[in-house]
């Protein structure tokens, strides 16, 4: 009997013609995250396996933050699919359990076998009941439940179930360009477009000296917790200073939000075509504050043609903090240091940007050529879980 880690793909299994492609991506990822360990991953239409005699524990530490996987078992391979086999096979696992009550459940993926799976799980419990004694069957709440799987060839047991993250597996929906702020909503805004199978790009704008070192580390550390979900992450850090401050004197001072979001918009457009990113990602939310009432989000849409998806864009913010603490990137958000928005808030945005004004104020300052140096002149790094590569140039 060989001692396996199996995976169960939920929604993945909806998947019909091109499930192959699915599955391979998972697998790849799989063997991303288990790079420096020694496994070897195999997979069918309707389990993957993880074969390894490495740290078991650590395998499924790893593995529990892959998206795409529904379940995460750890069990055992038995080579046959025939009860006379498996029985005997079960008892001996049971034998260093403890256990008063039990029940058994069955999965027959091979339809071929004689009996139902009701009438399998009977003949395995009549079986363990004869041999181990003080024992009773109970349906709800059992000490122990058996699981057994006969398949095409052999049959799998396993007794524990893990959770896993669901979604797709990062990669196999393309790629998307994410608008990271510092704040507490585009970390989790990412977080749920990966989840969605989609391989994230960060850009990050800073305006030095208005904002700090401390701020740009901060987005780095939050890149470093995506990479965690996104295989590793690139991020693109632009210089938004020469063009916010062009803003703030040129600009009625309500307009201040608006016009820079545009800015914000048309660079992450560029730079998303650039990298073949097919869509923008942003954690705003609608009516969380003055540049996100649906009119505000309208007249700073409107500046570019990518399609721009807002993961966050129904939720309360109370939810958004939830899932932030649950992916660890809350933490980091909190700490105070100011990113650009902050600094240049007026004290009365506008609510109902109008969108004649804000062609008519944007001629009022050299965008264009302004874009094109921010865009010509940006940092790009690459982001690894792990602390190591972190500086690592792309260009
Ligand atoms: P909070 O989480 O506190 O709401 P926030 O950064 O989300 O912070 P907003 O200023 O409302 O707050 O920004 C809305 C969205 O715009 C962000 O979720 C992010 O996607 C994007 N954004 C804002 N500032 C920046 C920035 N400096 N660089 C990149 N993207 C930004
Ligand atoms: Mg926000």
């Known amino acids: 009997m060989e001692k396996v880690i199996f995976i169960k793909y939920g929604e993945l299994s909806t998947k ?19 790079k420096d360990m020694r496994v070897n991953v195999s997979y069918d239409l309707g389990r993957m396996f ?28 038995i080579d046959s699919n025939d009860i006379k086999d498996v029985a005997p096979q079960v008892l001996e696992l049971l034998k260093d359990k403890e256990f008063k009550t039990f029940k058994v ?11 139902t799976s009701i ?40 007794f524990e179930k893990i959770k896993g993250l669901g979604g797709y597996p990062v990669g196999t929906l393309g790629k998307g360009l994410l608008m990271l702020s510092g704040g507490i909503d585009s970390p989790v805004a990412g977080y749920m477009a990966i989840k969605r199978g989609v391989k994230i790009e960060a850009i990050y704008f800073e305006s030095p000296p208005h904002t700090s070192i401390e701020a740009k580390n901060k987005v780095i550390k939050l890149a470093r917790k995506l990479a965690k979900y996104n295989n590793d992450i690139v991020l693109h850090i632009v210089n938004f200073t020469a063009i916010q401050e062009e803003i703030y ?29 097919k869509i923008l990602v942003n954690g705003e939310s609608i009516g969380q504050v003055a540049s996100q009432t649906l009119t505000s ?38 700490l ?10 007026p004290k009365h945005p506008v609510i109902n940007p109008d969108k004649g004004k804000c062609l008519e104020y944007e001629k009022l300052i050299p965008y264009e050529e302004m874009i094109y140096k921010a865009v010509k002149e940006h940092e790009i790094i690459k982001i690894e879980e792990k602390e190591k590569k972190e500086f690592e140039d792309l260009l």
Request: some cysteine.
């Open 297 to 334: 989000m309208a007249a700073i849409n409107e500046v570019v043609k990518i399609p721009v998806i807002r993961p966050l864009a129904c939720f309360d913010k109370l939810d958004i903090i939830e899932i932030a603490k649950k992916i660890e990137t809350y933490e980091t958000s909190i």
């Open 16 to 34: 019909k013609d091109n499930i192959n492609f699915f599955l391979t991506k998972l697998k790849d990822n799989i063997l991303f995250v288990l």
């Open 105 to 115: 459940e069955t999965k027959r993926s091979n339809k071929k076998i004689e009996y």
């Open 336 to 345: 105070p240091y100011e990113d650009c928005c902050t600094i240049f808030v």
């Open 249 to 277: 004197k040129n600009i009625p001072h309500e307009y201040l939000i608006t016009i820079m979001r545009r800015m914000m918009y048309r660079i992450s457009a560029i730079i998303a075509g650039r990298r073949n990113a």
């Open 119 to 158: 009438e399998l799980s009977k003949m395995l419990g009549a079986e363990i009941l004869k041999n181990i004694p003080d024992i009773k069957v109970q349906v709800n709440n059992p000490d122990i439940l058996i699981n057994v799987e006969y398949r095409k060839d052999n049959s799998l047991v396993y």
């Open 50 to 77: 993880i074969h390894t005699d490495d740290d078991l524990n650590k395998v499924i530490e790893r593995v529990t933050n892959v998206f795409g996987i529904h379940e995460i078992n750890v069990g055992y391979i």
